[in-house]
């Protein structure tokens, strides 16, 4: 039976399943082609429960961790109120096509109304079509507020 539940990040199934979760999806072309460092699995859970503005919702298919997502909480000044950010979606292969995101996103919808989040945000690849299409179909749309200026681009900058 698959179910979706609010990540708990003290309970060690949740952390584990987070973890190998978010490092299979890494693994991916999608996710940047290289397994997490280390630093990464060891901390990961411990540094996500210490930020009280990030959360996680995680979908098992019986005991085996198959779908996660974790959500920043941000906040939009133009309308003056949270916003959250989607900022990993994961569901492993063997599970896709099976409307396991879709569940996953209306719990992190939830969760955002709950906290008063005004809209949310995500980014993903152009070559991503499956997951442009996912996104397209639950309402998502390119940034854009004046079609003069074109659609915003999601930038970064490494610091050391």
Known sequence: MVEIFRVDYANAAHASG??????????????????LSAFARANLVAQLAARPFIFSVM???GATPVGLINAIEGFSTFACRPLVNVHDVVVLPSHRGRGIATRMF??????????????LTLEVLDGNTQARALYQRLGFTAYQLDPALGQAQFLHKWLD
């Open 18 to 35: 987070l973890v190998d979760l978010l490092d299979s999806y890494a693994c991916e072309p999608a996710g940047g082609g290289e397994a």
């Open 59 to 61: 979908t098992f298919d």
């Open 106 to 119: 209306a719990a992190v919808e939830a969760i955002a109304l709950a906290r008063g989040a005004c809209k």
